[in-house]
């Protein structure tokens, strides 16, 4: 699936991923491909990114990864949504 993470700044990232975690408010969860469409809005938290994820060294200080080697970006809030196998994260 395909996945946008856009700040008020720049897209942050832009790529094929295996699977995206967010925090949602009433919970954290998880999309794969070929998800329902969803509209979410996120707290803060992280938006965990499972693939062969390539970030621009512009923004890389922005992303870490954890110990099961997904990528991890820190948000404050946001909305997520998934439509047609994309999903757009819109992030603080």
Do not use: C, R, W
Request: proline letters at 4%; a negative charge.
């Amino acid at each position: 699936m395909y996945l946008e993470i856009v700040s008020p700044e720049a897209t942050l990232f832009a790529g094929e991923v295996t699977s995206v975690t967010v925090p949602g408010v009433n919970g954290e969860f998880q999309m794969l491909n070929n998800h329902e469409p969803i509209i979410s809005l996120l707290q803060e938290g992280n938006v965990k990114v499972d693939g062969n994820v390539s970030v621009d060294e512009e923004f890389a200080s922005k992303f870490s990864k954890d110990s099961d080697g997904k990528t991890i970006l820190p948000i404050s809030s946001g909305t997520v949504e998934m439509k047609d196998n994309k999903v757009i994260v819109l992030a603080d």
